[in-house]
């Protein structure tokens, strides 16, 4: 063990690992050896399988131990196995709860699973638990860079800085939200659509990524069905975001589902106001599931609201086969 972690620390990963894996021949249930095994394979080894391998056996053999939890969560992490990696880690922090190094891991683990305010929170309270300055960091570059997606005013003032990081870093996925935000916003939708493609190829399960592509891909008609698909993933993470209610109401619309188009308009008007389109939308779908009242008010709404053709003219057409009934 001893040789082995000396090597470690010089950088001599493969004869580390060669001098771990003749203390299991020793000792097979030795926890300590796996796990040593599994961080190596997730780090300078790059083998994946092996890595995730060793954790899972780690895993049986010290199935109660918060700091095997913790190390574990990060080779799944590094393995890219988010959703263990979040599990293990969330485990950890039940019992180190002021754990400076498991509440960085564990804001990674669930920002890479779309849970952008919970891992803003484990890295607020991993700054707060004086970290080393490498991980103080890393923590306030993270939350400078995620808070960008949330104020998009502040976008162009900082695009100096995300160009100097993804320079650094090109697959630092914070810096990359921003840029693509911020191409989408400047109207340049063919690159900002490949690099929120690219975040979720990396990814999968990224609801920030998967809302803004649906967003861009609804304003096609010709990709209307991959819009809808991205935004219903995404709900999945984020049933509460509002915008994303009213991005999957008027793709719903789309689609002729007419009750669920209702219903997802209606909660997203709950809680912000809806735009004249989004009124449009709610009045028509309100109108062919045949609530001819609601449907009435709803589309004057529209108009009032600033409704621009053809939509004005498609809403004053129904209002008036509504008024000749």
Excluded: C
């Excluded at 599990?87 to 890479?112: F, G, K, M, T």
């Excluded at 709950?270 to 599931?289: C, E, I, N, V």
């Excluded at 449907?295 to 939509?311: K, M, T």
């Amino acid at each position: 063990m001893r040789l082995g972690e000396a090597y470690e620390k010089q950088g001599a990963a493969d004869k580390a690992a060669v001098a771990f894996e003749q203390v299991l021949k020793l000792n097979p249930k030795l926890a300590a050896a796996i796990t040593k095994l599994a961080q190596l394979n997730a780090g300078p080894l790059q083998n994946k399988e092996k890595a995730l391998a060793y954790a899972k056996k780690a895993r049986e053999l010290a199935p109660a131990d918060p700091q095997v939890a913790g190390i574990l969560g990060k080779v799944a992490y590094d393995s890219g196995n988010f959703t263990w990696s979040y599990s293990l880690l969330q485990e950890a922090v039940r019992q180190r709860a002021n754990d400076p190094s498991i509440l960085h891991d564990l804001a990674w683990a669930a920002y890479s699973l779309g849970k952008v305010n919970e891992a803003r929170d484990a890295m607020q309270k991993a700054l707060a638990n004086n970290p080393d300055p490498t991980r103080a960091a890393g923590a306030k570059k993270f939350l400078a860079l995620t808070a960008l997606d949330e104020n998009p005013k502040e976008l162009m003032a900082a695009e100096i800085d995300l160009q100097k990081e993804l320079k650094s870093n090109s697959e630092y996925v914070p810096a990359l939200m921003a840029e693509a935000a911020l191409l989408a916003q400047r109207n340049q939708i063919k690159p900002a659509t490949e690099m929120y493609n690219d975040i979720l190829r990396r990814l999968p399960d990224f609801a920030p990524a998967q809302k803004r592509l649906a967003t861009l891909y609804a304003q096609d008609p010709s990709k209307v069905a991959a819009a809808y698909d991205l935004a219903t993933k995404a709900r999945k993470t984020l049933p509460d975001d509002s915008e994303l209610s009213e991005l999957l109401g008027r793709l719903s619309y789309e689609k002729k589902e007419y009750p669920r188009a209702i219903q997802l308009l209606q909660e997203s008007a709950r809680k912000r106001p809806l735009d004249a389109d989004s009124l449009f939308y709610l009045g028509m779908s309100q109108l062919q599931a045949r609530q001819k009242t609601e449907a009435r008010g709803v589309l004057n709404q529209a108009l009032v609201a600033g409704l621009h053709e053809p939509l004005a003219t498609e809403a004053k057409r129904a209002l008036a086969d509504l008024q000749r009934e």
